[in-house]
């Protein structure tokens, strides 16, 4: 059974860092994409930051050189560091893994306050 497990989250000032870990129970690990999305309260889930199989990154304009998301294909595990965060970036993160075969697994989430 494959599985999601985020950790990391928490309370910083603007300006402040976090890192986000992603912990991806199964063996398919290895053949998926690992993204972040986050929802604001209020707001609707939106895509943070994509690396593929094969290590290509994508991110969102909004934290491009802020955040850096990263994979260990040896601990099944993906991070994402965030640096200077401002206070709309509060919001739960989810960590998503999209396989080969193009299905979808989500994280619970964790909550990222950033005050002002």
Avoid at 74 to 94: C, H, W
């Amino acid at each position: 059974q494959v599985q999601l497990v985020e950790s990391g989250g928490g309370s910083v000032q603007a300006g402040g860092s976090l890192t986000l870990s992603c912990s991806v129970s199964g063996s398919i690990f290895n053949r998926s994409a690992i993204s972040y999305y986050r929802q604001a309260p209020g707001k609707q889930r939106e895509w943070v930051a994509t690396i593929s199989q094969s290590g290509i990154i994508n991110n969102r304009n909004s934290v491009k050189g802020r955040f850096a998301i990263s994979r260990d294909n040896a601990k099944n595990t993906v991070s994402l560091q965030m640096v200077s965060l401002k206070p709309e970036d509060t919001a739960v993160y989810y960590c998503n893994m999209r396989t080969d075969r193009g299905m979808d697994y989500w994280g619970t989430g964790t909550l990222v306050t950033v005050s002002s």
